[in-house]
């Protein structure tokens, strides 16, 4: 609050306490009426602890706006808190009583006294005086959006990998800042119901956080993204920081369909991807599904129907809704998108976080589902089945059990787990039994370490026969059974939905380089200007001196002991490929129609073309085994093989007929790879990075499978294209 004075001679008035303050020379000084903590609480100066703590304790029982119901009630009983807050710290009560302000009246008074600030000058006598200040340097309202340096590095630096923030480095001394600060104001009354995150620092505030940051000018405007901070560098207008901030929104997270066939792709597989289904249907993505889609991208599938697609609109019915599925069946809920605020649909994603069955796929999941119970009364137990592979009549069965009207579903929660070889860790701690059936344990969680549990007897055989399953879940309920008391479950869920943090850093690693390079001239002109830039210049070229003679006393070693340790690396390397836990079939009409013809679930079919002979098919056959590493890893069932190009033509030839939107026009087909899900009814197409003609030669074969990982990657994260089928052709 900026107080308000009139003057008499070299006396100033105060005209909201009507008391003098004397003129101290150049400045009025500060009116201490705007808030006094001992008259908030009503007590004197001298008044001891004890005094303080009664008479807080009093006036919060009065003015609690849960008994006051007078409007002033609420800020009354803020004020009541702030000033015990300071009377009851013993360090901040004497600097209050020495210098008579608190922290945040500090900086208002350095600027009330400001030689800009009622200046006065007189001329024979007579006089006059600025009253208020030059324009533009008068004291700022309360900033909401103000944060420090521990806020920066603990809040908002770990949130921007989810969100953008919007950063904005202003003084109460620039006259620039003041215009600049209008503009920030209505970007964000425009963006923030978008998921954009505003925060400002005020550099008389919080120097070090500016410090930290390398701000030299004001007003800074820059946008905090994925642990990074970028600068705004174009005019100042509303327009360009609009422009600035959707810039760095992404839709990577969005898949967008074409057609209804990909829609039923995704729809069938939210059990497999043990993900919740979110699909946009509008003629555009908002920024705010933007966000929505960043922020909850470990969690959901984000899906995007253009509604101007007349095929699409005929799908879905409607323009300018959004729907949400758990099942592959209809959707749970459907919310019209017109003038949708990114904290409504973020709402609606947290009551929907998981499926109603979830597959305990990372420790996130885990931790939600199986939550820890602090008292007797509050306790939830976790029913967990663990299954050889994913079965739709166990998740149904389990689903009927959690809406059972019996006692023990109010006290359940139900998930599952499988296939159980990628938990082998987790379920190892928990003494697993040894058997090809279905089994179960009931988990009860009192802390992050403690775990009680009790495996079911016999496992479960048959998903109709839960009578059994219902009693023992009674009896574990009401104590009759005891469990078992575990404090050493410390391994953790193994992740399914875990990031490649290489390709992210590698994408970081560009866009910083990028800036760096933009910055160069200023670097340099720093670098040779000024005394700082001067001695690190002197630190660099010592280092970089260092550095090449270290590289030139290795290199300068005995050329046959780097000989011999690299054979040693590749020996090493051959026998890991020779020691694979799976092996590489020949694809056979057999092997295509028992996998895909026949639809088996959880079971992906790898097919690659390598139609070479002698040493090169087997550096082609090397190389593809080292890329297809990772989905073979990700998906165990998985069956990698190799066809020749007679059988590849014979393939592709009938695929084009099962799916209208399967086109390949390269007539040379090695290094494709085709990944078949039977079940699903869908197949994705990899193609090599060297397949024209013209880059034919000695090394084709080292490149066909170099974008593999990649691609695979890419698949398990749904982001691949599916060629979806009406039905699979049988090979005789």
């Known amino acids: 609050m900026t107080v308000q004075y009139t003057t008499v001679g070299t006396v100033g008035i105060c005209l909201r306490c009507d008391e003098l303050r004397q003129d101290q020379g150049w400045a009025i000084t500060h009116c201490f009426c705007v808030w006094n903590p001992y008259k908030v609480l009503n007590v004197n100066k001298n008044a001891s602890p004890q005094e303080i703590k009664k008479a807080y304790k009093q006036l919060a029982r009065e003015w609690h706006p849960d008994k006051n119901k007078s409007p002033e009630a609420e800020a009354k009983f803020v004020d009541i808190s702030k000033a015990y807050e300071l009377l009851s710290d013993e360090d901040r009560r004497r600097k209050y009583d020495q210098f008579g302000v608190t922290e945040e009246q500090q900086g208002a008074q350095r600027r009330q006294q400001s030689p800009f600030g009622g200046f006065p000058f007189n001329f024979g006598g007579g006089g006059f005086r600025f009253e208020g200040g030059f324009p533009g340097f008068e004291d700022s309202d309360p900033d909401e959006f103000l944060i420090n340096r521990h806020i920066y590095n603990s809040k908002v630096l770990p949130e921007s990998h989810r969100r953008l923030y919007v950063l904005y480095i202003y003084s109460d001394w620039c006259m620039m800042c003041h215009r600049v600060r209008k503009m920030f104001n209505a970007v964000r009354s425009n963006l923030a119901k978008q998921g954009i995150s505003f925060v400002t620092c005020d550099v008389d505030l919080e120097r070090g956080l500016v410090w930290q940051l390398g701000v030299s000018r004001l007003p800074h405007l820059a946008l905090i993204t994925r642990g990074r901070v970028v600068p705004f560098t174009s005019d100042y207008t509303v327009p360009n920081i609009e422009k600035f901030i959707h810039s760095f929104a992404t839709t990577k997270h969005i898949v967008e369909i074409v057609n209804a066939e990909e829609f039923e792709g995704y729809r069938q597989s939210i059990i497999d991807i043990n993900k919740p289904l979110v699909v946009l249907v509008d003629s555009s993505i908002p920024l705010w599904y933007q966000s929505l ?28 809704i959004m729907k949400i599925y758990v099942s592959p069946e209809n959707s749970i809920r459907e919310v019209a998108t017109t003038d949708m605020e990114f904290e409504t649909a973020e709402s609606l994603l947290d009551e929907y976080m998981y499926l109603p069955i979830p597959r305990l796929s990372c420790q996130e999941i885990y931790e939600n589902v199986c939550s820890i119970s602090t008292s007797v009364r509050d306790r939830k137990f976790c029913f967990v089945t663990i299954l050889p592979h994913v079965d739709d009549a166990y998740i149904k069965m389990m689903s009927e059990m959690s809406k059972s009207s019996l006692p023990y579903a109010r006290k359940t929660t139900f998930s599952y787990i499988a296939p159980s070889s990628l938990q082998y860790d987790f379920l190892s701690s928990l003494a697993m039994p040894s058997s090809t059936k279905p089994q179960v344990v009931v988990l009860l969680r009192t802390s992050a370490t403690n775990v009680y549990y009790r495996w079911i007897p016999d496992g479960w055989s048959k998903p109709e026969s839960i009578d059994s399953i219902e009693g023992f879940i009674s009896n574990i309920q009401s104590g009759r059974f005891k469990m078992i008391n575990s404090t050493s479950i410390n391994s953790q869920l193994y992740d399914e939905f875990a990031e490649n943090s290489f390709f992210e850093w590698l994408e970081d690693f560009g866009l910083r380089l990028t800036e760096l390079f933009s910055t160069i001239p200023s670097y340099i002109s720093w670098m040779f200007s000024s005394e700082e830039g001067i001695l690190v210049t002197s630190l660099g070229a010592l280092v970089v001196f260092l550095l090449i003679s270290s590289i030139y006393s290795i290199l300068g070693d005995d050329p046959g002991k780097k000989l011999a340790q690299k054979s040693a690396r590749i020996a090493k390397q051959t026998k890991k490929i020779q020691d694979s836990t799976f092996q590489i079939e020949q694809l056979t009409p057999l092997i295509f129609n028992k996998t895909v013809v026949e639809k088996k679930r959880s079971v992906l079919l790898a097919a690659a073309v390598i139609d070479i002979q002698g040493s090169e098919f087997d550096e082609a056959l090397r190389n593809y085994y080292n890329q297809i590493y990772y989905l073979k890893k990700r998906f165990p069932s998985l069956i990698v093989t190799v066809m020749d190009r007679d059988l590849a033509a014979t393939l592709v030839s009938c695929l084009k007929q099962v799916s209208n939107s399967f086109t390949l026009a390269d007539d040379n087909l090695n290094g494709h790879l085709f990944l078949f899900n039977g079940f699903s009814e869908y197949f994705c197409n990899y193609k090599p990075v060297h397949s024209s003609a013209e880059f034919l030669g000695v090394d084709l074969q080292c490149n066909w499978f170099r974008g593999l990982e990649t691609f695979t990657m890419d ?18």
């Open 293 to 320: 889609s960043s922020l909850f991208r470990r969690t959901h599938v984000f899906v995007f129907a253009d509604s101007s697609n007349p095929v699409l609109l005929k799908k879905f019915q409607e323009r300018s």
């Open 715 to 732: 698949f398990c994260e749904g982001q691949t294209e599916r060629y979806h089928v009406r039905s699979w052709p049988e090979f005789s």
